[in-house]
């Protein structure tokens, strides 16, 4: 799939990517209960006096090592 994309990328016009991305479509059809196409963006927000928040790729909130300062 990868390949696919890159090639599409690559090529100029509707006509000439077509073939690419229909290969990507018919792959991501057949592959579908094992693909999960996800963008999600995460704001985090603390306190100024928090200190050792450290985010996580996998978005779960950790608070060990997190303290408030006086």
Known sequence: MDRLLRQG???TGPAARAPAYREVAAIMQRDRPHI???NSTWLWAA???AEG???QPDELI???GVRLRP
């Open 9 to 11: 990328r690559q090529l």
């Open 36 to 38: 999960v196409p996800r």
């Open 47 to 49: 306190s100024d006096r």
């Open 53 to 55: 928040f450290v985010p």
């Open 62 to 64: 950790r608070l060990g």
